[in-house]
């Protein structure tokens, strides 16, 4: 599975952005999809997952604020971000789980400053 993110980039904080990952092939059996994020010089982290049942997990960081979406039709998983703030500036990075094997697209920078 190759997986394409994209849709980061520069926004004011308070600003929204949503990142789009795309898979390859079709998601529908895979066990879960989601992001992770790297800032410079911290190790990276979860922010969300989807499970193919629909389940979704969040950082504590982002609940309330980051909504975790998936498109089976279109092989693609949605980040909508809203309220976003300067310490949510990092590369953000998107998953696919499939048993044991996790596939990861590259990243992409999301920067939130004034």
């Known amino acids: 599975v190759q997986l394409q993110a994209s849709g980061g980039g520069l926004v004011q904080p308070g600003g929204s952005l949503r990142l789009s990952c795309a898979a390859s092939e079709s998601t529908f059996s895979l066990n879960a999809m989601g992001w992770h994020r790297r800032a410079p010089g911290n190790a990276r982290d979860l922010v969300a997952s989807?499970?193919?049942?629909?389940?979704?997990n969040y950082a504590e960081s982002v609940k309330g604020r980051f909504t975790i979406s998936r498109d089976s039709a279109e092989n693609t998983v949605y980040l909508q971000m809203n309220s976003l703030k300067p310490e949510d500036t990092a590369e953000y990075y998107c998953?696919?789980?499939?048993?044991?094997?996790?596939?990861w697209g590259q990243g992409t920078q999301v920067t939130v400053s004034s």
């Open positions: 989807i499970t193919s049942a629909g389940s979704t």
């Open positions: 998953y696919a789980q499939d048993g044991p094997i996790v596939y």
